[in-house]
């Protein structure tokens, strides 16, 4: 039997290795800066929910305790605008149910998911596992213009890598578009909290001015990762159509997928304190502005860019001549090919330094 690894791209960052190498040699040092891994404390209020939870000598529920259950309705009927009528389901992390989302819709062969033109990767990678293809489209007319069944159509406002926010009349166009061909909608949200002052407001795909009212056929991806810090936790959700999310449980319960109770405690507490993740937008604003500044005093333009995680920059030539340019100054961002075709000119720059690093960024493009 082949190696199903076979099938799957290089991953990316391993590529990155020989330009780390060169921004290593820096007399000051390597500033990364490729990819989104947070660096700020995870909050006390958190950490005291996990260590008083700790003691869990049992096997936790995979559709999560009620407490938490309720917690995950509370946020997305206050952050999304959902309805009561939308389900919801813990996850270990964002990514693994990204990756496993078509296998776990039943995708195969002959079927293909829709992706973005830039995107993140592990969207490909998982319609690649089951043998699906692949398409990228954002719009219905380019959804249309894929040949045989769409049966997953992926979203992402704020995006990742550009920070692009969809306006809510784009997601209700593709949505109607994937409801009259049977595809389900997997609308990636991690980053719907990390807006900015002047920057156009993000809206869920469970709001009722997207989807119209009823959710089905639409699921949301959430994150806590960059809201509270809890990449190390993996704690996310998935929320909408009671009976897609209905399937997933049931298939989760039989694979063990199951978030462990002290994490659990820990969602309910970060899901439930506003004040930290609003401090942590702060922070990244502050570092969005000075590394923005840097970047455009450096000659590059900023694209899209209006909320989310990322700066995406370009100087108008191949991404991998950026990243060396950038290497040479001890500096590491993600070249944009790793995000499909459309980013070859462009690179990602991620908002998870310390104020330090990113200060110490500004001073060597000056």
Known sequence: MAARSATLPDFPWDLLTPAKARASAHPDGLIDLSIGTPVDPVPAVIRDALAAASDAPGYPLTAGTPALRAAIQEYVTRRCRADDNVAVLPTIGSKELVGWLPTLLGLGPGDTVAIPSVCYPTYEVGARMVGAAVARADTPAQLAAIEGPVGLVWVNSPGNPNGRVAPPEELAAVIAWARAHGAVVASDECYLELTYPGGAAPVSALDPVVC??????????????????????????????????????????????????????????????????????????????????ALTGAGLRIDDSEAGLYLWATRDEDCWTTVDWLAERGIIASPGSFYGPAGERHVRFALTATDERIGAVAARLR
């Open 212 to 293: 119209g009212g009823p959710v089905e056929g639409i699921v949301a991806v959430h994150s806590l990762s960059k809201r509270s810090n809890l990449a190390g936790y993996r704690a996310g959700f998935v929320a909408g159509d009671p009976a897609i999310v209905g399937e997933l449980l049931a298939l989760r319960r039989h694979l063990g997928m199951i978030m462990p109770a002290p994490v659990q405690a820990a969602m309910i507490a970060a899901l439930g304190d506003a004040a930290h993740a609003e401090e942590q937008r702060q922070r990244y604003a502050a570092r969005r502005e000075v590394l923005r500044a």
